[in-house]
């Protein structure tokens, strides 16, 4: 059994900064490419960052240049600085990561059952 957790979601002021992480526990062989993605009330699920193992980063044109995403390998660990929110960003963020548990199989998808942002203006 794999489990992705996120925390570090919260209440803040527009401008203001808050830090997700999510922490896969479980039995990991590895974790491929991991991502963080968002939904809004009304709006369909998209991509806010992704990150590889190798640490290669994609970001969203939306946040590019206010989100930075990382991650902590040996803690099976993945993190996204968010600065400089606005009321738009406000969105349940999700945790995604391709995990692969044994040698002879393929990795699965895997998502964690998301943490609230609020930005008020």
């Known amino acids: 059994q794999v489990q992705l957790v996120e925390s570090g979601g919260g209440l803040v002021h527009a401008g203001g900064s808050l830090r997700l992480s999510c922490a896969a526990s479980g039995t990991i062989l590895e974790i491929n490419t991991m991502g963080w993605y968002r939904q809004a009330p009304g709006k369909q699920r998209e991509l806010v960052a992704s990150i590889t193992n190798t640490g290669y980063t994609n970001y969203a044109d939306s946040v590019k240049g206010r989100f930075t995403i990382s991650r902590d390998n040996a803690k099976n660990t993945m993190y996204l600085q968010m600065n400089s929110l606005k009321p738009e960003d406000t969105a349940v963020y999700y945790c995604?990561?391709?995990?692969?548990?044994?040698?002879?199989?393929?990795?699965?998808?895997?998502w964690g059952q998301g943490t609230q942002v609020t930005v008020s203006s």
């Open positions: 995604n990561a391709d995990i692969r548990r044994y040698y002879y199989r393929a990795p699965n998808n895997h």
